[in-house]
């Protein structure tokens, strides 16, 4: 019988089929480059590409019980490296590091994050990767090294990278992941494979949560419903309690209308941004899109009832719409998006002034 999947559990049977049929063919590629919305699985594929290429019953198969494959699962396997944004040496302890790993091992769909911290993949540690490549391979089949979120590399980091990209070693293979491939310097696009991945089904996104989840909530349906099926952000909302920072959301669309308590809104502003936590800053973001996008599609009859993301407020969003019948949505929706992109770029160092400028904007637009 021909074999068209290695791993049945993480989806994408597309993409393995094309995998294995490179092997098959010979026509492995030295890099790929993993790409697709947050959430669609791409760092735990890479971790089951290492396996496949080092199985002790590979190629075409993994057996997922021989030293290579538990190695690999646990991350501490010497030949394959798992790299991810860190902060710098004199923010973080190595212990933190190790333990943000093991994390990584138990569950390979969850987001690593070091809360109030800025995070960035260094030259020092592109550079150990280089050192580390020249050498032979210590008990494996092929060197694997997988670089998650690799947009979030330092330019330095980046051309160091590159030039690995230009001579790889025969026994190498390099995994790029990222959700924003717009930030990838194109000369490291144009050395690798590009593959995208498509969202997770929501039946898929159930099963992933239920097998890594310790103690799955009731309300899980609403949940991943609630991150859209992004599979990385129901396991933060399990953590997080999405249902407040929804409701935190919704209280900032309600002190937007009412500007004119200015200090109070300001005094939520501030509650928000001081902690620089930016991870928190793009949920409010987050929850208030869903929001609009769900008051829109109902004022316009595209969805209602169990079609909105937010189904269990269907009466607060009717209220909303009804409130505000001149509300430009369409503005609304584009405004949100230019401040996630001002929040994502590092050379905004204010992020209260973006939430207060999207405050007047918004004002403006819902109560036109």
């Known amino acids: 019988m021909e074999i068209d999947s290695f791993n049945t559990e993480i989806g994408h049977p597309e993409i393995q089929v094309r995998i294995l049929n490179s092997i098959k063919s010979e026509r492995l ?4 480059l993993f790409y697709g919305n947050e959430g669609s699985g791409k760092e735990a594929f890479a971790i089951e590409v290492a396996k496949l290429l080092n199985c002790e019953k590979g190629p ?3 057996c997922q019980t021989c030293s290579q494959c538990r190695k690999i699962s646990q991350l501490q396997h ?33 987001r690593i994050s070091f809360p109030g911290k800025n995070t960035f993949i260094s030259i020092d540690t592109v550079r150990d990767l280089k050192y580390e490549s020249k050498f032979k391979l210590y008990e494996g089949k092929k060197k694997v090294y997988i670089i998650s979120e690799a947009d979030e590399m330092r330019p330095e980091a980046a051309n160091a990278l590159l030039k690995i990209l230009e ?3 025969e026994n190498l293979m390099i995994i790029l992941t990222t959700s924003r491939i717009h930030r990838i310097l194109p000369t490291i696009r144009s050395r690798c494979q590009l593959v995208h991945f498509p969202p997770l089904n929501g039946d898929l996104v159930l099963k992933i949560v239920r097998k890594y989840a310790q103690d799955p909530p009731e309300h899980l349906s609403k949940i991943i419903r609630l991150a859209l099926e992004n599979v990385k952000m ?27 308590k200015s200090q109070e809104l300001l005094a939520f502003v501030e509650g928000i941004t ?17 929001w609009i996008r ?13 079609q909105l993301v937010n189904s269990d407020l269907e009466k607060n969003l009717n209220g909303f719409i009804n409130g505000y019948p001149n509300a430009d949505y369409p503005a609304i ?13 590092p050379r905004n160092l204010n992020p209260t002034l973006i939430f207060a400028n999207l405050a007047i904007k918004l004002n403006h637009l819902i109560k036109k």
């Open 274 to 290: 001081a902690p620089r936590d930016r991870r928190e800053m793009e949920l409010l973001l987050f929850f208030l899109q869903t």
């Open 60 to 62: 075409f198969y993994i």
């Open 294 to 306: 769900d008051a829109y599609h109902l004022k316009t009859g595209v969805a209602k009832g169990d």
């Open 29 to 32: 590629p030295h890099a790929y």
């Open 78 to 110: 010497p030949d394959v490296s798992f790299i991810f944004p860190t902060p710098s040496s004199g923010n973080v302890k190595p212990e933190n590091i190790a333990e943000a790993l093991q994390e990584k091992a138990r569950n390979p769909y969850r």
């Open 167 to 169: 001579e790889p070693p």
């Open 333 to 345: 929706i584009g405004q949100l998006q230019q401040a996630v992109q001002e929040l994502d770029d």
């Open 234 to 260: 129901a396991f933060d909302f399990m953590e997080d309690n999405a249902l407040e920072k929804r409701d935190q959301a919704v209280e900032f669309l309600r002190k937007v209308v009412v500007i004119e």
